[in-house]
Structure formats: structure tokens, C-alpha cells
């Protein structure tokens, strides 16, 4: 299995006005894409952004690109829970490989009543 991982940010979170500052991103949602030939599993979730420090100065709101926002998703999420992320994903294409077993009841079984209750 050769996974391929993507990210798309879905929509980003503002604070109107924080220190002078408009349209501060605080938190962007996103979603993370897995695919391996014609398969392909996606999960969401979302990442919190502090607010801008000379280390992470304010881009304006119109100037932002995704690849900019994927940026701080992968500098601001913890890698483990990316990671994680990555496991979802490929699980949910391995169960399109192999669909997981289940066992059903039999066709020509009595459908199991629950006892009563003594009162």
C-alpha cells in the first residue's frame, strides 16, 4: 500500500480585531485525503492558531494562500496527532481492500427475544 496524503483547508475562523489586527485566523478546518491508485479515504478536523508573534507574523486576510494555512496546520497540530490522522485514512482504505468480516445472524434463525424482567 502506497498512500499519497493531501490537505485541503475547508474554512478558516477569524477573530475580527484582535491588537489592531483584522481578520486574525484563529483556527482553520481542513481535511486530510489518502490515495492509493483508485482508492481513496478523507477524514476532518481542525487546528487552533495562536495569535501572530514575530516568529509568526499577521499575513493579511486577502494575501493568505492554502499552502500558506497548511503551513501552520503542520507547524501548530502535534505530529503524533497527525499522524493519527494518517492511520484513519489508511485503515479506511484497507477496509476497501479487505472489507472487515462481520457475522451475521443466520437466515433461518429465530430472532432472539429478550427475556423479561421478573416484576
Known amino acids: 500500500m502506497s498512500i499519497t496524503y493531501t490537505m485541503k483547508i475547508d474554512s478558516l475562523d477569524c477573530v475580527p480585531a484582535l491588537d489592531g489586527l483584522s481578520n486574525v485566523v484563529s483556527r482553520a478546518i481542513w481535511t486530510m485525503t489518502g490515495t492509493d491508485g483508485d482508492l481513496t479515504a478523507s477524514t476532518s478536523a481542525s487546528t487552533e492558531f495562536p495569535a501572530p508573534t514575530p ?3 499577521f499575513i493579511s486576510f486577502d494575501d493568505l494562500t492554502e499552502a500558506t494555512v497548511i503551513g501552520w ?3 501548530c497540530a502535534d505530529a503524533a496527532y497527525l499522524e493519527s490522522r494518517r492511520e484513519i485514512i489508511a485503515g479506511l482504505i484497507a477496509d476497501q481492500i479487505a472489507p472487515p468480516i462481520v457475522t451475521p445472524p443466520l437466515p433461518w434463525a429465530e430472532p432472539e427475544t429478550p427475556e423479561e424482567a421478573p416484576e
Do not use: C, H, W
Open 73 to 75: 496546520v503542520e507547524e
Open 55 to 57: 516568529e509568526r507574523p
